[in-house]
């Protein structure tokens, strides 16, 4: 007899939970899908997914009945769709995608290295970075909300002397601009928002926990890296400014753990389900802190003891943390293992896995590692192989969850369903 898709959802749930835990699951989990299901078998180009949030989603919802994996919308769902609709209208200069920068069959969008901060205004971020973030970020980075640089400090705006030159900006053409600008973004904010809490809900009644419950977010090093200095500019400030460079790492270390946390259990969060169990998940992306960008030193001064502490106080705050790590950090494994055990899975791009696996055993959950370049060129039985050799080395007592190192763009469409058929029957437990 076959089982309804809720009996599938608590099943697949309960799957990711022990894995994540670090208890032995009915059978290993796995997850993946491809930006090519959507173009070679929905007829969705990537510029439609990222200008249509309802085509995006669509493209996510079938995806995962299609696949059948235990996590869905990893790749093609909710939160790709939100960023062009609400993006596009404010001219996004720190962004490109398929038809905004890039050809219309771009696949994977791409940052715009670019040093939005200069290295005189940490002392600026620090003493008041939403203040920052309104009056210089925002007029930088999206072209029509350039009149937003005439603001005063917006803390001055509480005064009662001040109030009405606080407001003076938005009677110019420059403040107007902004402010219809600000008004477009809203709307299309508001409707976006409707879209995906009855994505969310049918992904719910197919049988489809989502890969993330709340929001994924930079850790404070990559903040700074991607959206103020820069990778050129961030290299230097290790040497030339350390000091500025950690205490605005700290002062970023709330807000992302505020953040995170509203997103997954604040008014509106896309939370469906995981609090029932409290195995609410949010995303952590740990970029810049690869080998061959940053020593291990580097990485141990820098990146590690803020991402440690956010990732400790989002597990006190009763959710589970996804960390996806970018690159190789197989000599950062002994760095990485001090954490609270069965709250935490990193999701790997590039590791010895032998290694992960004496290191990180009883400490973390480990996931992907299956490599995209094998998805988009490898054939169905080198598929099946390496599979069984991510298996046969993390073993079914749990603490693995398998699917592709990164994102999906390029894989083929017969090699991401092998992955997750083979894991289905390879990984019983």
């Given at each position: 007899?076959?089982?309804?898709?809720?009996?599938?959802?608590?099943?697949?749930?309960?799957?990711v939970?022990?894995?994540?835990?670090l208890?032995?699951?009915?059978?290993i989990?796995?997850?993946?899908?491809?930006?090519?299901?959507?173009?070679?078998?929905l007829?969705?180009?990537?510029?439609?997914r990222?200008?249509?949030v309802?085509?995006a989603?669509?493209a996510a919802?079938?995806?995962?009945?299609?696949?059948?994996p235990?996590?869905?919308?990893?790749?093609?769902?909710a939160?790709?769709a939100?960023i062009?609709?609400?993006?596009?209208?404010?001219?996004?200069?720190r962004?490109m995608?398929?038809?905004h920068?890039?050809?219309?069959?771009?696949?994977?969008p791409?940052?715009?290295?670019a040093?939005i901060?200069?290295?005189?205004e940490?002392?600026a971020?620090?003493?008041?970075?939403?203040?920052?973030?309104a009056?210089k970020y925002?007029p930088?980075?999206?072209?029509?909300?350039?009149?937003?640089a005439?603001?005063?400090?917006?803390?001055e705006?509480m005064?009662?002397?001040?109030?009405?030159?606080?407001f003076?900006?938005f009677g110019t053409?420059?403040?107007?601009?902004?402010?219809d600008?600000l008004?477009?973004?809203?709307?299309a904010?508001?409707?976006?928002a409707?879209?995906?809490?009855?994505?969310t809900e049918?992904m719910k009644?197919?049988?489809?926990p989502?890969?993330?419950?709340?929001?994924?977010?930079?850790?404070?090093?990559?903040?700074i890296?991607d959206?103020?200095?820069?990778?050129?500019?961030?290299?230097m400030?290790?040497?030339?400014?350390?000091?500025?460079?950690?205490?605005?790492?700290?002062?970023?270390?709330?807000?992302?753990?505020?953040?995170l946390?509203r997103?997954?259990?604040g008014p509106?969060?896309?939370l469906?389900?995981?609090?029932?169990t409290?195995?609410?998940l949010?995303?952590l992306g740990?970029?810049g802190?690869?080998?061959?960008?940053?020593?291990?030193?580097q990485f141990?001064?820098?990146?590690?003891?803020?991402?440690?502490?956010?990732?400790?106080?989002?597990?006190?705050e009763?959710?589970?943390?996804?960390l996806?790590?970018?690159?190789?950090?197989?000599?950062r494994?002994?760095?990485m293992?001090?954490?609270?055990?069965?709250?935490i899975?990193?999701?790997l791009?590039r590791?010895?896995?032998?290694?992960?696996k004496k290191?990180?055993g009883?400490?973390?959950?480990?996931?992907?590692?299956?490599?995209i370049?094998?998805?988009?060129t490898?054939?169905?039985d080198?598929?099946?192989?390496?599979?069984?050799?991510?298996i046969?080395?993390?073993?079914?007592?749990?603490?693995?969850?398998?699917?592709?190192?990164g994102?999906?763009?390029?894989?083929?469409?017969?090699?991401?369903k092998?992955?997750i058929?083979f894991?289905?029957e390879?990984?019983?437990c």
């Amino acid at each position: 007899m076959s089982k309804t898709p809720q009996q599938l959802y608590q099943e697949r749930q309960k799957r990711v939970s022990d894995a994540i835990a670090l208890k032995r699951p009915d059978r290993i989990p796995v997850f993946g899908e491809t930006a090519r299901y959507a173009r070679e078998c929905l007829g969705i180009s990537d510029e439609e997914r990222w200008r249509n949030v309802e085509k995006a989603l669509e493209a996510a919802f079938q995806s995962a009945v299609y696949f059948e994996p235990d996590l869905g919308g990893f790749d093609l769902g909710a939160g790709n769709a939100a960023i062009v609709p609400v993006l596009g209208p404010l001219d996004c200069k720190r962004y490109m995608w398929a038809g905004h920068g890039l050809p219309a069959n771009a696949g994977t969008p791409q940052w715009v290295q670019a040093e939005i901060m200069s290295a005189d205004e940490y002392d600026a971020l620090i003493y008041d970075p939403s203040d920052f973030v309104a009056r210089k970020y925002w007029p930088r980075a999206y072209a029509k909300l350039a009149g937003l640089a005439l603001l005063p400090p917006i803390r001055e705006g509480m005064d009662l002397y001040g109030a009405p030159t606080s407001f003076a900006v938005f009677g110019t053409t420059e403040g107007l601009e902004a402010l219809d600008t600000l008004r477009q973004a809203g709307q299309a904010a508001q409707e976006i928002a409707v879209l995906m809490k009855n994505w969310t809900e049918r992904m719910k009644q197919a049988g489809f926990p989502l890969f993330f419950s709340g929001r994924v977010c930079q850790t404070p090093f990559d903040m700074i890296c991607d959206f103020l200095r820069g990778q050129k500019g961030i290299m230097m400030d290790m040497y030339r400014r350390p000091e500025k460079l950690l205490k605005a790492c700290e002062k970023l270390l709330p807000m992302t753990v505020e953040g995170l946390v509203r997103s997954a259990k604040g008014p509106g969060s896309s939370l469906v389900g995981w609090s029932e169990t409290g195995s609410s998940l949010v995303g952590l992306g740990l970029r810049g802190s690869m080998e061959g960008f940053t020593s291990l030193q580097q990485f141990q001064r820098f990146f590690w003891p803020t991402v440690r502490e956010a990732m400790v106080a989002l597990v006190k705050e009763g959710l589970t943390v996804m960390l996806f790590c970018e690159g190789d950090l197989t000599s950062r494994l002994e760095t990485m293992s001090d954490v609270p055990p069965g709250k935490i899975f990193y999701w790997l791009e590039r590791v010895d896995l032998v290694k992960a696996k004496k290191i990180l055993g009883d400490k973390v959950c480990i996931s992907g590692n299956v490599p995209i370049s094998l998805l988009a060129t490898g054939t169905p039985d080198d598929v099946r192989a390496y599979c069984k050799k991510i298996i046969d080395i993390m073993g079914k007592e749990g603490g693995l969850i398998l699917g592709p190192s990164g994102m999906t763009d390029e894989a083929r469409v017969e090699n991401v369903k092998v992955m997750i058929d083979f894991t289905k029957e390879y990984g019983v437990c």
